[in-house]
């Protein structure tokens, strides 16, 4: 008998089966089914979580001024993931803008927040809260600065009587040697409207003896006659990529450095400079006005645009100039060096009155007579002279061309007592886009308005079109 013969299949049985066979299938399923959910329902909840606490502060006015003697009142509270924290402890500090706090407290905070009595402040200036909370370890902080009649605001800076003499010498030194400009082609860093270069220029050095002075030049491809823009940079060591994009709307742009070095080098010999042989290079030669480190750098964006009015497509009418933090003074200071400056935009500027902490006032950056005494401290009667020649506010003295001015209240590295020391005493033409809640930084829709008002500026063609 065959394998199997024994016990023959039916018709019947072989449906059977084939139901059970189905039936368990099923069975299976549904089970591996629910295990999964089971498995799924503990992964979701042991799953951790972690949100972005913000500490939001503000003022009890929309438009954060005050005029002086009016109380102020600022609210403070904080949110995770848009919804209100509770159950948590604030600390905050109260008191004119970079000086000691008037008042300091730590309280609880509820769910919808507090709202405290800042005082007030009895002169021109800025009034400024500075909350935190801590949350799983970590401390969060927020601010807000109150403006008591900042237009009133005045500079405790000094303009000495040989001002205009000192840098008329300095100008003439610098006029006594060539561009000598060396040109080194980047195509990697243009684009399909522009060509960019490495240049780099003859400059005043620090011990009156000659160095260079580097940046980046982007030019429109297309033949024609074109305006002109200096970009001076912000405090730091780096190297630079120009303005191409700009180029290619019909703008000689210039990007330049300050420090006499190549503009192209690896991102890491700029940190080791930064922290290494340029550090705190602000303060370098600064207890003698004709070896301070900033000469050079006041004098060589002068020789930048001796560059650009003598480019062969330039079109020897337009010339302006920008930049922000460091580079906000240096345009300012540009364009009161430099009659051939048509305009300039200026964001957030530095180096403006920085005696003010000699006068128990907020000063600019980089601060350096904030501490009365150590190491920091530069309180010297020789350095105070020196400021007085490199000063913002005494450029600002004698800036007559158009200029755009723009910074937020809550800047606590350019404080904008600093600010408005300079902004108040500028005679020509000048506008201020206060963008309130920044610090020390720009929002893209302000960035915005100042490109469109340098291409206003220097006319340029393409917003004809």
Not at 239 to 266: F, N, S, W
Not at 453 to 462: E, F, G, I, P, Y
Request: hydrophobic share 35%; net charge positive; with cysteine.
């Amino acid at each position: 008998m065959p394998f199997g013969s024994r016990y023959p299949r039916t018709a019947a049985g072989n449906l059977k089966s084939s139901i059970r066979g189905i039936a368990w299938s099923l069975c299976r399923r549904t089970m591996l089914q629910a295990l999964l959910l089971c498995v799924l329902a503990v992964s979701l909840a042991a799953q951790g979580h972690i949100g972005t606490v913000q500490v939001q502060v503000s003022t009890d006015r929309s438009d954060w001024l005050y005029q002086p003697g009016q109380p102020v009142r600022f609210r403070i509270v904080a949110v995770e993931d848009g919804h209100p924290l509770s159950g948590i402890r604030v600390t905050y500090h109260i008191g004119p803008e970079m000086m000691k706090p008037r008042i300091e407290k730590t309280v609880d905070l509820p769910a919808e927040g507090i709202v405290v009595d800042g005082g007030t402040m009895n002169e021109p200036g800025f009034l400024r809260c500075i909350a935190t909370v801590e949350k799983n370890g970590k401390t969060y902080r927020g601010l807000a600065t109150a403006g008591f009649q900042p237009q009133s605001i005045q500079p405790t800076q000094v303009d000495p009587p040989d001002f205009d003499a000192f840098w008329a010498a300095g100008k003439a030194a610098l006029a006594e040697l060539p561009i000598d400009a060396r040109i080194v082609p980047l195509p990697e860093y243009g684009n399909a409207s522009a060509d960019c270069y490495e240049v780099n220029l003859q400059n005043i050095g620090m011990s009156g003896s000659p160095s260079r002075f580097y940046g980046i030049l982007c030019e429109p491809k297309a033949p024609g006659k074109y305006p002109a823009l200096l970009r001076v940079p912000g405090a730091g060591v780096r190297g630079y990529r120009g303005m191409a994009e700009l180029a290619g709307k019909g703008i000689i742009t210039l990007e330049v450095g300050i420090h006499g070095i190549p503009v192209t080098m690896e991102p890491s010999v700029y940190t080791s400079l930064g922290v290494g042989a340029l550090a705190n290079y602000n303060t370098f030669g600064l207890d003698d006005r004709d070896r301070y480190y900033y000469k050079r750098v006041y004098l060589g964006c002068v020789r930048a645009n001796d560059f650009l009015t003598s480019h062969p497509k330039w079109d020897g009418r337009n010339l302006a100039v920008t930049g922000g933090s460091q580079g906000g003074a240096l345009s300012i200071i540009t364009a009161a060096l430099d009659p051939r400056v048509k305009g300039l935009a200026a964001y957030y500027p530095a180096l403006s009155d920085v005696t003010g902490y000699l006068h128990n006032r907020a000063g600019g950056w980089p601060h350096m007579f904030r501490e009365a005494e150590g190491p920091r401290s530069h309180r010297s009667p020789d350095k105070i002279k020196t400021t007085q020649y490199y000063d913002v506010v005494n450029f600002a003295r004698r800036v007559k061309v158009p200029g755009l001015y723009t910074w937020g209240f809550n800047d606590t590295t350019c404080p904008p007592t600093s600010m408005y020391s300079a902004y108040n005493v500028i005679p020509g033409p000048k506008e201020l886009l206060l963008a309130l809640e920044t610090g020390h930084n720009n929002i893209p829709e302000q960035a915005a308005l100042v490109e469109a008002w340098l291409l206003r500026t220097l006319n340029v063609k393409s917003l004809e079109k």
